[in-house]
């Protein structure tokens, strides 16, 4: 027969038993919210990734039709970029008239001459500061 002593110490190693696979159910759902949020973050990661390459090839194949487009005839290139100067030049409130003459040399620069976009701004620069 069991004595109360034990009994007692049965009765203290099921608790001590109770508390460790407490302790490792608890360690186990913190491992496994861990690597959920790794899992999430990864999968958030790749989605970004997919979408901004889609976005960078949707532009890249936008922009080349627009730079096509603008260049069969110059001067529509020339005075859209203009109208875009004085526009954004009215927004920012500045010198509309000058920058959108600034920007359509820019653009022609570019368009009908086919310098490179860096020269015709050095350009653009070079007549703006000795006018």
């Given at each position: 027969?069991?004595?109360?002593?034990e009994?007692?110490?049965?009765?203290?190693?099921?608790?001590?038993?109770?508390?460790?696979?407490?302790?490792?159910?608890?360690?186990?759902?913190?491992?496994?919210?861990?690597?959920?949020?790794?899992?999430?973050?990864?999968?958030?990661?790749?989605?970004?990734?997919?979408?901004?390459q889609?976005?960078?090839?949707?532009?890249?194949?936008?922009g080349?039709?627009?730079?096509?487009?603008?260049?069969?005839?110059?001067y529509?290139?020339?005075a859209?970029?203009?109208a875009?100067?004085?526009?954004?030049?009215?927004?920012?409130?500045?010198?509309?008239?000058?920058?959108?003459?600034?920007?359509?040399y820019?653009?022609?620069?570019?368009?009908?001459?086919?310098?490179?976009?860096?020269?015709?701004?050095?350009?653009?620069?070079?007549?703006?500061?000795?006018?």
């Open positions: 027969m069991e004595t109360a002593r009994g007692e110490e049965r009765v203290e190693e099921r608790e001590e038993s109770a508390e460790e696979q407490e302790e490792d159910a608890e360690e186990e759902e913190a491992r496994l919210r861990l690597d959920l949020r790794e899992r999430v973050r990864a999968e958030h990661e790749t989605l970004v990734e997919r979408v901004e889609k976005g960078e090839d949707l532009a890249e194949r936008t080349d039709k627009i730079w096509r487009a603008l260049r069969k005839p110059p529509l290139g020339v859209a970029t203009a875009g100067g004085v526009w954004v030049a009215s927004m920012l409130g500045v010198a509309e008239l000058a920058f959108g003459i600034a920007l359509g820019l653009a022609y620069l570019v368009l009908e001459k086919g310098l490179p976009p860096s020269e015709a701004l050095r350009e653009t620069i070079r007549i703006r500061r000795s006018g």
